[in-house]
């Protein structure tokens, strides 16, 4: 659907993660293994990096959430073949220090859990970004994608 509307997307993966399963809020989910990964992005798709293993980086001592999200990196970088330079952070945690680790890390861009259209002036390693999960429904999907989030996000004062 979204090929054919010309709309793009980018998949994070935790790259310590690729083939098993994730708790999440709607359950345990399967996460792409490395061959489905390979296909998303020879189809034109965004892989970007989501670090290891999924933590909160703002509570794991700073070594650590550096080697996540470098490691998270190197091993994307080599099962692609392929420049990876967008990044997700695990459940929007993040912080100045944090940030700097990612853009050391190499990374172009970082988005946020924070949910907007792009607009004004923006930090390129805090992001706002679009959201699809599999509780969206088709109206929601369009409603996202229209001004209808800025209205919201006005309202809400976020802007």
Partial sequence: IMESHGIRAT????SGLIGSKMPTSYGDRALLDSESIWALASA???IGGHTLS???LTALPREKARDEIVEDRRRLRELLDAPVETFAYPKGDTDAEVRAMVREAGYRLAVTVRESLLSGKLDPWSL???MI???VTPVQF???LSGAMALYERARGRR
């Fill in 11 to 14: 998949f994070f993966i935790p």
């Fill in 54 to 56: 999924h933590p909160r």
């Fill in 133 to 135: 999960n599999a509780k």
């Fill in 128 to 130: 706002p970004r679009v």
């Fill in 142 to 144: 369009r409603a996202k």
């Fill in 44 to 46: 034109g798709r965004g």
